[in-house]
């Protein structure tokens, strides 16, 4: 995971400073972009493994940044990991729905952050085990990243896509919540915001699957199971 490089869109040059030196210490080369149209562009010239993303920038927001990369067919499966100092949850809906992997709220550990940037990363490097999953009209094309239902695309994003993988191939079973954070986002030990991050995932994923989201139950106090057939 060392020497991959992390693209930071940020127009705070004190957190710029601070994040930088952290990840270097940690063996990644980083690449800095101060203005949204510049980081868009350096996104999409140098490929990064990873996105830092800032919501408030100059010239181009990070929700219009981040749609952007996600509509791309270059830089679509690339993890954005967005960095807000709002504290409204719809924000944070509005990145996730475009595709974000993960957010942060502003003031944030630099330590925390480190250990985000490797969970997503490594997660992003795993793949479902299967190459088609398939339960009712849901059919998951994993090779092609693709959520059919009775045959028509669905669109979804990257982490939607593998939450509903990951609930299908439990075969009823319940997840807790902190075990969807370690199988899809590779997180251990969670806190309050980052199970709240599994809750909204499935809100949306619910949104758009109809009367298949019948089958993602919630399991009070515990987490999600996913009747199959």
Partial sequence: MANETILYIEDEKNIVELVKYNLEQ???RVLIATKGNAGLELAL?????LVLLDLMLPEMSGLEICKTLKLNEKTRLTPIIMLTAKGTESDKVIGLELGADDYMTKPFSP???????????????????????????????ITKHELRLKGKPVEVTA???ELLGILICS??????????LSKVWGYENSVNIETRTVDMHIG??????GKEAERIVTV??????FDGE
């Fill in 26 to 28: 940690e063996g990644f």
């Fill in 45 to 49: 010239k140098s490929k990064p493994a």
């Fill in 111 to 141: 330590r925390e952050l480190v250990a985000r940037i490797k969970a997503v990363l490594r997660r992003s490097q795993e793949k479902l085990p299967e190459e088609i999953l398939r339960s009712g009209t849901i059919e998951l094309d």
């Fill in 159 to 161: 982490k939607e896509f």
């Fill in 171 to 180: 075969k009823g079973r319940v997840l807790t919540r902190e075990v969807l």
């Fill in 204 to 209: 949306q994923l619910r949104k758009k699957i």
């Fill in 220 to 225: 009070k106090s515990v987490g999600y199971r």
